[in-house]
């Protein structure tokens, strides 16, 4: 798996360098994204936040998206080995974190997505208010609504705050 990471960090450091410091504000996820490497890359107003996920709460997901593996030749196999890949990346990032003292969010078990993105908007905020105010991040996040229209959460753009 590391190898499949290693090979698509030169997409992923492009799409980070440029939205951090040109681009407009984006929200990166994936497997694919490497906590020591993000974390050295020491871009101003560029900020990370890692989610440590509760193992049972890995499986459960997994299991209720039966979408996700229906068609594959075996899909108890397929299941089992994302599990494992799931499983395997949240040890990576919870122990980068430990070791770099990355910002991160532990995941419990029953949370929903409105209370996980409140925890993360605030710990995102926090972070970025104790940037120097030239470099700030610039960072805007949305709340889709059931309807697929969004609307502004909280954000920053080039030193202005607002919140809706």
């Keep these: 798996m590391e190898r499949e990471q290693q090979a698509l960090w030169p997409a992923v450091e492009a799409a980070i360098r440029t939205h951090a410091t040109w681009g407009s504000p984006v929200l990166l996820e994936g497997w694919a994204l490497q906590p020591a490497r993000v974390s050295h890359l020491a871009l101003l107003g560029f900020v990370s936040l890692w989610l440590i996920v509760d193992e049972r709460l890995l499986e459960d997901s997994l299991r209720s998206d039966v979408a996700f593996y229906r068609g594959a030749l075996d899909e108890e196999v397929i299941g089992r080995k994302f599990l494992a890949r799931s499983v395997w990346y949240n040890t990576h990032v919870r122990e980068a974190v430990s070791q770099w003292g990355l910002t991160a969010v532990r995941v419990p078990r029953r949370v929903s997505p409105d209370e996980l993105c409140e925890i993360c908007v605030g710990l995102l905020a926090n972070a970025a208010a104790t ?26 753009r080039h030193g202005s705050q607002h919140a809706a």
């Design 131 to 156: 940037e120097p105010a030239w470099h700030r991040p610039a960072f805007v996040f949305y709340k889709i609504g059931s309807s697929g229209e969004t609307r502004p959460i909280l954000g920053r």
